[in-house]
Structure formats: structure tokens, C-alpha cells
């Protein structure tokens, strides 16, 4: 009876989601790589976890399970 007029059928260009970098399983989600680093340099000079935290401003059970993927996998991310 009635036609949509001017509606495409397909999604235009930019409505499309951008490709995505191939580390983005990290992106997004949790600490930034720059925090975990840096959680790990203060891990490495000794410092108690509530002074990382506090100076990190993260909480203090992230900082511990940066030191436990340390422990367990050697690399402050967890495996996938």
C-alpha cells in the first residue's frame, strides 16, 4: 500500500562500527595498561599494596590482583 520513500536498506558508512585495534580486548574494561604497569613497577620496589593503591587511585583488591596475575602467569593480565 504505502512504500518507504528515501529509507536506505542497508546501515550508512558511519553507523557502522569502526574495526577494532587488536589489542581492544583490553580496552574499555578494568585498568588501563599504563596503571597496571605502573602497579607493577611499585610492585617491584617493594611497596605495600594500600600505598599503590591509594597513589594508583584504584582500589586495593585491583592492586592484588595485579601482584596474584604476577604470581600465577607472569604478566599483570590475565591469559584468555
Given amino acids: 500500500m504505502y512504500a518507504a ?14 574495526p577494532q585495534p587488536p589489542n581492544a580486548i583490553y580496552l574499555g574494561r578494568g585498568l588501563s595498561t ?21 597513589r594508583e587511585r584504584c582500589s586495593r583488591h585491583a592492586v592484588s590482583n595485579v601482584a596474584e596475575n604476577l604470581e600465577k602467569f607472569g604478566n599483570v593480565c590475565r591469559p584468555l
Fill in 5 to 18: 520513500v528515501g529509507i536506505p536498506t542497508r546501515p550508512r558508512q558511519r553507523d557502522l562500527a569502526p
Fill in 34 to 54: 599504563r596503571t597496571r604497569n605502573n602497579i607493577k613497577r611499585f610492585l617491584d620496589f617493594g611497596w605495600y599494596l594500600d600505598a599503590i593503591a591509594a
